[in-house]
T-cell receptor, first 116, second 107 residues
């Protein structure tokens, strides 16, 4: 089946620094990747949708200058949390779509971000 | 606005009991609905989708347009079914998730 990886799985950083999270589709080409945020015991909140080679589309209320998304290739998307603050601490999950099913998304394992 | 509602945060049953996880949606068109499952410390994975009318791990879900529901059912729950279950609606190229229901199956 389709596999999506995320790196790192866990990151701790100081307030004010930037953190980059990678999302890779390992065995298929992902025309579209999605970035979600999940708070403890809550549902997934879609942050943005990225298509390879074009600018990401952000959901309402998500600061695009704070959460920079790059989808430079069909197998890689990155999320950079700029000038991170403690309130950015969360579980970030990516998913990828494309190649194997029209509307099916395959999810990464998530990245736990802790900002001190 | 399009919305997915899962009214139960937690559902606890004993092994062998029937299970029904409720999901209601609001969407005026023809919906495309999914159930995703997240086992402890694992990633979210697709359980089933309504268009394929399949049964996975004994689970089934029927779309009821009149009641705008897509409840997930299993006649005999197993301990390994304990997980977080999310109902999702596909809308304008993205998934809208419900808040999830945690299923606990006791031995």
């Amino acid at each position: 089946g389709a596999v999506v990886s995320q790196h790192p799985s866990r990151v701790i950083c100081k307030s004010g620094t930037s953190v980059k999270i990678e999302c890779r589709s390992l065995d298929f080409q992902a025309t579209t990747m999605f970035w979600y945020r999940q708070f403890p015991k809550q549902s997934l909140m879609l942050m943005a949708t990225s298509n390879e080679g074009s600018k990401a589309t952000y959901e309402q209320g998500v600061e695009k200058d704070k959460f920079l998304i790059n989808h430079a290739s069909l197998t890689l998307s990155t999320l950079t949390v700029t000038s991170a603050h403690p309130e950015d601490s969360s579980f970030y999950i990516c998913s990828a779509r494309g190649g194997l099913g029209v509307n099916e998304q395959f999810f990464g394992p998530g990245t736990r971000l802790t900002v001190l | 606005a399009q919305r997915v509602t899962q009214p139960e945060k937690l559902l606890s049953v004993f092994k062998g009991a029937p299970v029904e996880l409720k999901c209601n949606y609001s969407y005026s068109g023809s919906p495309e609905l999914f159930w995703y499952v997240q086992y402890s410390r694992q990633r979210l994975q697709l359980l089933l989708r309504h268009i394929s009318r399949e049964s996975i791990k004994g689970f089934t879900a029927d779309l009821n347009k009149g009641e705008t529901s897509f409840h997930l059912k299993k006649p005999f729950a197993q301990e390994e079914d304990s997980a977080m279950y999310y109902c999702a609606l596909y809308y304008t190229d993205k998934l809208i998730f419900g808040t999830g229901t945690r299923l606990q199956v006791f031995p």
